[in-house]
């Protein structure tokens, strides 16, 4: 209760649509604070997709091999406690509620968004362990993001960029060289690792935004690479030699590129990760609501013994990315979809092929999400498409043979939904 008590307060008086874009207030408040994050040892993540699947993976092969790991994501899906990883473990509600209360007293009522004063809670708590890892996902862009304002870090991943969070752009700049921009333009001088993209212009586009940019730098298929091979293992290779590995305890090829650059990651910090410490820590990652497959619960019973997975992917990168995974299944396909507002509808759900059903809803909790009637009216290209007002009624809407799968997806805040009710 106090926790919640607390996250309602700073949300009344920092709206988290609100979204302000710069640093100067956070680092007020971290001045404040005594500059925490100038006390700790972080690998900087950005990107449009992947950022989590491959932080997560980079935190499974640390534990694996004894390193005590802080780290800080965004959004979370269940609870905000996600976002809090310190020692190994997320905060419990009574620490996490203390440390808000305390920067919140701290920076006095003065102007700041939730995100930054989030980040500013994170910084704070994170320098009471200078000897940690820190891997830091960036929030919106990074440019003028929140968690910017690092000095020196140990390195930056740059995931895979596409087209997203246009709306923050002014019109005749939503391209992707200029989110590549916003993205790469500030990465620090250490080491960047970037990771495999979906075109070759955009690696391209990377290469020359950070080119400048005195940093070591490691690329996908320049510096490190992947194959997968028959016998359920998949094969890693860099300059440091190669690594026969077993295939991951999470779905999708994508996952293989994002554990892919967690390896050359870590590999290339040389920090004495060793072979079985990434063989291991590979069969444990954590993957909330990406390529999630549900097993049990009170909306699995509704699915019977057809296959149910929970997917947040809502951009072009994304559903690229999903639907590659799903022309692998020899199954039919029924898709349930619910997305925010400002996504660009008709180009995420242009990927989708061979699908049976295709059912749109409204997210019941985001008030800034697009009607599940306008949503169907945008799909009208697609054959199959219905409507139903909320995820139980889709679910029992589908008529699912033996051997049907059933897929929800559009939003993380969607997936959030659906793990809740289940």
Not at 52 to 67: G, Q
Not at 122 to 140: H, M, R
Not at 195 to 211: R, W
Request: aromatic share 8%.
């Amino acid at each position: 209760m106090k926790l919640q008590k607390i996250l309602n307060r700073l949300l009344e008086k920092h709206p988290k649509e609100k979204i302000d874009l710069g640093l100067d207030r956070i680092k007020e408040l971290c001045k404040k604070l005594d500059n925490p994050q100038d006390k700790i040892k972080a690998i900087s993540v950005v990107g449009s997709n992947g950022k989590n699947s491959s932080i997560n993976a980079k935190f499974a092969i640390l534990k694996e091999a004894n390193f005590n790991c802080n780290v800080y994501t965004s959004p979370h899906i269940l609870k905000i406690n996600e976002r809090f990883v310190f020692n190994n473990e997320e905060l419990s509600d009574n620490e996490l509620a203390d440390l808000f209360e305390k920067v919140e007293k701290i920076n006095d009522n003065n102007p700041i968004t939730f995100f930054e004063i989030l980040t500013a809670c994170y910084f704070y708590k994170a320098a009471e362990y200078p000897d940690n890892i820190n891997l830091v996902e960036a929030g919106l862009f990074h440019r003028f993001d929140a968690t910017n304002i690092l000095k020196e870090n140990l390195a930056s991943v740059v995931c895979s960029c596409s087209i997203d969070h246009t709306d923050w752009l002014p019109k005749n700049e939503r391209t992707i060289e200029k989110i590549i921009f916003e993205k790469t333009s500030t990465l620090l001088n250490s080491n960047i690792i970037v990771a495999k993209q979906s075109t070759k212009e955009t690696m391209d586009c990377i290469k020359n935004t950070i080119s400048q940019n005195k940093s070591n730098k490691v690329f996908f298929n320049d510096d490190f690479s992947y194959s997968i091979n028959e016998n359920d293992f998949f094969y890693y290779e860099d300059k440091f030699g190669g690594l026969k590995l077993p295939m991951p305890n999470v779905l999708g090829q994508y996952q293989l590129e994002n554990i892919s650059t967690a390896i050359a990651t870590l590999r290339t910090l040389d920090i004495g990760i060793k072979d079985e410490h990434i063989q291991r820590g590979i069969k444990k990652i954590s993957s909330l609501a990406r390529l999630q497959e549900i097993k049990s619960g009170k909306l699995k019973e509704l699915v019977k013994s057809n296959r149910f997975i929970v997917d947040g992917s809502h951009n072009e990168g994304g559903a690229k990315a999903l639907n590659e995974y799903l022309q692998s299944l020899d199954c039919n396909k029924h898709v349930i979809i619910g997305m925010m507002a400002n996504k660009e509808h008709e180009k995420y759900i242009s990927y989708f092929k061979d699908i049976s059903s295709i059912t749109t809803i409204d997210l019941k909790t985001q008030p800034n999400s697009i009607s599940g009637k306008d949503l169907k009216e945008k799909f009208k290209s697609m054959p199959n498409v219905k409507y139903q007002p909320d995820i139980k009624q889709a679910i029992k809407s589908i008529d699912l043979k033996e051997g049907d799968l059933l897929l929800i997806t559009g939003s993380l805040y969607g997936a959030a939904e659906v793990l809740n009710l289940n």
